[in-house]
């Protein structure tokens, strides 16, 4: 694909953005903020406090713990929502490793959109687990 993603169709297509209406996701969007990542910047520093939920528009960013790269995610795909939910400090650096543009969402508006639409719930909990399924896979050395 060329050029980013455009943030109504990258909201549009997280699982859990993508049952809600058309309105909301421009309310999402307008809630929030594109933003840029030099190559080698870390987005989310592990035992921070998060302020944020990020949507990767363009590029790639690997998250780390340990030494370990736990996973790499690109266009279309997010983080910072497990600060997000439990208030607890970030749980691995996010670092960009390509130039990235984000959307990107303050807890408080996710928060809010949330309790709002309860039904962003379970996809957002099934990629949670998802996440630490794969977490508790990964080779320990
Ligand atoms: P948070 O803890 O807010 O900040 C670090 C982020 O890295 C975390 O939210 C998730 O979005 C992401 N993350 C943590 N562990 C994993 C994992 N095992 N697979 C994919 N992403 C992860």
Redesign the pocket.
Known sequence: MVGDLAVTDALANVPFFSGLNKKLLKTIENNGKEVDFKQGVTV?K?GDL?VGFFLILDGQVE?R?GGKV??K?SRGQ???????VDDMP???D?VAVQPTRCFALTTWSFSGILKANPEMAMPLLKEVVK??R??QSAPTS
């Open positions: 989310v592990q998060g998250v713990k736990l996973a995610l997010f983080f910072g929502e497990m600060s997000l970030r749980s691995a996010v996440r630490l794969s977490a």
